[in-house]
């Protein structure tokens, strides 16, 4: 399985995104597909997943901002990004997983700075 991510800039706070991912190989049909984030402070904090058929789950920091979304024919997911804030800056990262893989994107930069 192979995952690339998009979508990732520079942005002013209150400004929107929308990153991209897309996962390719050999998908499963139940999987579940998620976000996390990182900058060279913190560990990798999870912020969304949604599984193929579920709905979107999202943590605290980001619920009423961000939706994620999939589309289940092309193998991607995506989250819009809104009302962003300094502290929303980080490495975002995809991450796949099934019920015998689990694969990384190599990630997409954001950055909330005016």
């Known amino acids: 399985v192979h995952v690339v991510e998009s979508g990732g800039g520079l942005v002013q706070p209150g400004g929107s995104l929308r990153l991209s991912c897309i996962a390719s190989?050999?998908?499963?049909?139940?999987?579940?597909m998620g976000w996390y984030r990182q900058t060279p402070e913190k560990q990798r904090e999870w912020v969304a997943a949604?599984?193929?058929?579920?709905?979107?789950r999202y943590a605290d920091s980001v619920r009423g901002r961000f939706t994620a979304s999939r589309d289940n024919a092309k193998n991607m997911v995506y989250l819009q990004m809104n009302n962003l804030k300094p502290e929303d800056t980080a490495l975002y990262y995809c991450?796949?997983?099934?019920?015998?893989?689990?694969?990384w994107g190599q990630g997409t930069q954001v950055t909330v700075s005016s």
């Open positions: 991450r796949y997983s099934d019920s015998e893989y689990v694969q």
């Open positions: 190989g050999d998908i499963r049909i139940i999987n579940d």
């Open positions: 949604i599984a193929s058929g579920d709905t979107p």
